[in-house]
């Protein structure tokens, strides 16, 4: 079982930076390949940004390709999501996952547990 914790949402304005962490706890964080997804209201779920089990691979929708970086610190069991040149369409619940994969992916059935999501808001 593992449980994670995402932090760091908040209200920003267009073009502005935002971190967000997700904290885990419980089996190895090294063993999960991590993902971020958001849904905005009346959206469904969408695919942010992925990182492998080892930090060495990442996936990035095309939406946040040049502004949004995830990374990961395995020492301290948690994922980051950098989000920079912020749109309001970015605004959305954020949610960090963790799978079984080695690799990560697009897609939220791979993934195994989720977080309760972190608010991000963008006002124009």
């Known amino acids: 079982q593992v449980q994670l914790v995402e932090s760091g949402g908040g209200l920003v304005q267009a073009g502005g930076s935002l971190r967000l962490s997700c904290a885990a706890s419980g089996r190895t964080f090294s063993s999960y390949a991590m993902g971020w997804f958001r849904q905005a209201p009346g959206k469904e779920r969408e695919f942010v940004l992925a990182i492998s089990r080892s930090g060495g691979s990442t996936y990035y929708a095309d939406s946040v390709k040049g502004r949004f970086t995830i990374s990961r610190d395995n020492a301290k069991n948690t994922v980051y999501l950098q989000m920079n040149s912020l749109k309001p369409e970015d605004t959305a619940v954020y949610y960090c996952?963790?799978?079984?994969?080695?690799?990560?992916?697009?897609?939220?059935?791979?993934?195994?547990?989720w977080g309760q999501g972190t608010q991000v808001t963008v006002s124009s």
């Open positions: 996952a963790a799978s079984f994969a080695i690799y990560g992916s697009s897609q939220p059935y791979e993934y195994d547990y």
